[in-house]
């Protein structure tokens, strides 16, 4: 029986198993895929307060080490549910666990457009980060799709890399930020496909066109060797979404005490319902939820 | 096996003219997920001898990444009898990389 297992070794779970470990508990960190959570893909983090230039990499090696050295349990296990009780269980692809609590850190990844053939373009002219796989788009035509600030950084990253940027919303206006936004307007290489959607990707094997839908009904195809997805992300909700509430979105509902609605079940970072979803706020979120944990466990 | 590093230079005897199955891993130094999956690989590499894994950096081999269509990485491809079979794009973990070499 573990005092604390925390689902997810992102930067929000991670940060959460220093905090009870270091307050003398048992814990058992689970995580599906390895440790990190999706800094790993960030190759400069800028904004973390006092640690510029630090690499993803290096950061959630750094995070992991730490978690480990305090003593923290971390295995490589799918979890696929939680069961409330007096004891609470959480079931992996191999084994149950017991615990007194538990804290969901599962964060979130990237959306999909949707689209039939998607998968099979995956590394081949399909992708979801522009800083991951931009160097591939030298001097080609690309496009990105998405409306926020994602969709946005990613045009104008690319516009440097690549000959053309054709940066398509299915609205006609971006929600992202304004200075960016203005930023990407001087580019001569940017072009705006405003009131249309992505509805197919043409290629045999590897991308070389994309069809496009305005909201008349008229198709056009355009033709680029790469497509940036940048539609938003989705909650990793699967193994608690019939015992946790949510909001309309999939996030589970918390406000910075980071309760749920069941007592000694807690979240942390990215899954939880905020606006800011960066590593700040979701170490933070750790730091709060593990709090609460050592609180929940010693009144009981 | 240890995991070898090919070039464009020893692919042919490296990979396309390998007795047993070639999983080829693309990478580069920067990508922070094929940093995450080398560990997972030497595991791998020194578990199995019924396959061999070799490394192709994508940013001194672009001609290879370009000549198999790699534009996202970490990209895991499988060669049987020098050809491809099997690709796997992304951080996976090691149960599921096994699989998609068993299951060929
Ligand atoms: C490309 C990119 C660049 C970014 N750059 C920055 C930046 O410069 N600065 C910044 O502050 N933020 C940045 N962010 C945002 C930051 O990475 C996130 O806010 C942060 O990682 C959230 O941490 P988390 O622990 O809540 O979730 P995640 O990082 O999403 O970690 C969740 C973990 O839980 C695991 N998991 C999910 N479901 C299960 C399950 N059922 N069983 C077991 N494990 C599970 C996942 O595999 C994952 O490892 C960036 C994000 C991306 C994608």
């Known amino acids: 029986m573990y005092d604390v297992i925390i689902v997810g070794a992102g930067p929000a779970g991670l940060t959460s198993a220093i905090y009870a470990v270091r307050a003398m508990k048992k814990v058992l960190v689970l995580e599906k895929l390895n440790y990190g ?8 983090i800028e904004n973390y307060p006092a640690s510029p230039n630090v690499s993803g990499f290096d950061f959630a090696t750094k995070l992991y080490n730490q978690a480990k050295d305090l003593g923290a349990i971390v295995k490589f296990e799918n979890v696929i549910q939680i069961k409330n009780g007096n004891i609470k269980s959480v079931i992996t692809s191999k084994n149950t666990y017991e615990a007194k609590s538990i804290i969901l850190a599962t964060g979130s990844q990237n959306r999909k457009l949707g689209l039939e053939n998607e998968d099979n373009f995956s590394s081949k002219g399909v992708s979801y ?7 591939f788009y030298k001097g080609k035509d690309v496009a990105v799709v998405g ?6 950084e990613d045009a104008l990253y690319l516009a440097d890399i690549a000959k053309n940027v054709y940066l398509i919303h299915r609205r006609d206006e971006f929600r992202g930020d304004a200075a960016t936004f203005n930023n990407l307007k001087s580019k001569d290489n940017v072009k705006f496909i405003y009131n249309s959607n992505v509805t197919k990707l043409i290629g045999d094997d590897k991308l070389e066109a994309i069809e496009i839908t305005n909201n008349d009904g008229n198709k056009e195809n355009i033709l680029v060797s790469g497509l940036f997805v940048a539609v938003g992300r989705i909650p990793l909700n699967d193994s608690f979404n019939e015992l946790i509430k949510l909001d309309s979105a999939g996030y589970i509902k918390a406000c910075e005490d980071c309760h749920t609605n069941i007592p000694g079940i807690f979240v942390a970072g990215d899954i939880r319902s905020k606006d800011v979803r960066q590593l700040v706020t979701a170490v933070s979120d750790g730091a709060v939820a593990a709090t609460s944990a050592i609180k929940f466990i010693n009144e009981k | 096996m240890e995991i070898v590093n090919v070039n464009k230079e020893n692919f042919k005897e490296e ?3 390998s007795q047993i199955p070639v999983l080829a891993d693309f990478n580069a130094d920067w990508c922070g997920p094929c940093r995450m999956l080398r560990p997972v690989l030497d595991e791998l590499a020194s578990e199995h001898n019924d396959f061999k894994i070799v490394s192709i950096n994508v940013d001194d ?17 499988l060669f049987k009898n020098g050809e491809e079979v099997n690709r796997s794009v992304g951080l996976k973990p090691k149960d599921e990389i096994e699989s998609m070499l068993g299951g060929n």
């Not at chain 1, 980060?129 to 160097?135: F, L, P, Q």
């Not at chain 2, 081999?61 to 491809?77: N, Q």
Request: aromatic share 4%; with cysteine; charged share 15%.
């Open chain 2, 61 to 77: 081999e672009d001609e290879l990444a370009r000549e198999y269509f790699v534009s996202s990485i970490p990209c895991l491809v």
């Open chain 2, 15 to 17: 990979v396309i003219n």
């Open chain 1, 147 to 152: 409306g926020g600030n994602t969709a946005l």
């Open chain 1, 37 to 44: 959570g999706q800094i790993i893909n960030t190759l400069n």
């Open chain 1, 129 to 135: 980060c522009a800083t991951c796989d931009g160097a």
